[in-house]
């Protein structure tokens, strides 16, 4: 969820966090493969998330909503695997 200042998560597992969109790092809970993560709003439809394990960057998501608001585009970048993995959401 977006909200003006404000992103948080809620996933499989209890995993959750609750970020400001200043790109601070900020408790991830629920999940041991994840300490921290940062969220950084970079304009009116974008969101890039980075996670972190006891400091070091683990994976880096990018977000962006379409402007009419019914497809969302992800893209994660898996950094200890060298992966990448893209889907989009579609509101119905």
Same mark, same amino acid.
């Given at each position: 969820?977006?909200?003006? !200042?404000?992103? @948080?998560?809620?996933?499989?597992?209890? @995993? @959750?966090? /609750?970020?400001k969109? !200043?790109?601070?790092? =900020?408790?991830?809970k629920?999940?041991?493969?994840?300490?921290s993560?940062s969220?950084?709003?970079?304009?009116?439809?974008?969101?890039?998330?980075?996670?972190?394990? !006891?400091?070091?960057?683990i994976?880096?998501?990018?977000?962006?909503?379409?402007?009419?608001?019914?497809?969302l585009?992800?893209? =994660? /970048?898996?950094?200890?695997?060298?992966?990448?993995? @893209?889907?989009?959401?579609?509101?119905?």
């Open positions: 969820m977006l909200t003006v !200042d404000t992103f @948080s998560m809620q996933g499989p597992q209890a @995993s @959750s966090y /609750e970020a969109l !200043d790109g601070k790092d =900020y408790p991830y629920g999940d041991p493969g994840i300490t993560v969220v950084k709003k970079i304009d009116a439809n974008t969101v890039d998330e980075t996670d972190k394990r !006891d400091g070091k960057v994976g880096v998501a990018h977000m962006t909503v379409d402007p009419d608001g019914k497809d585009k992800l893209n =994660y /970048e898996d950094k200890l695997q060298g992966t990448t993995f @893209s889907a989009t959401a579609e509101r119905h």
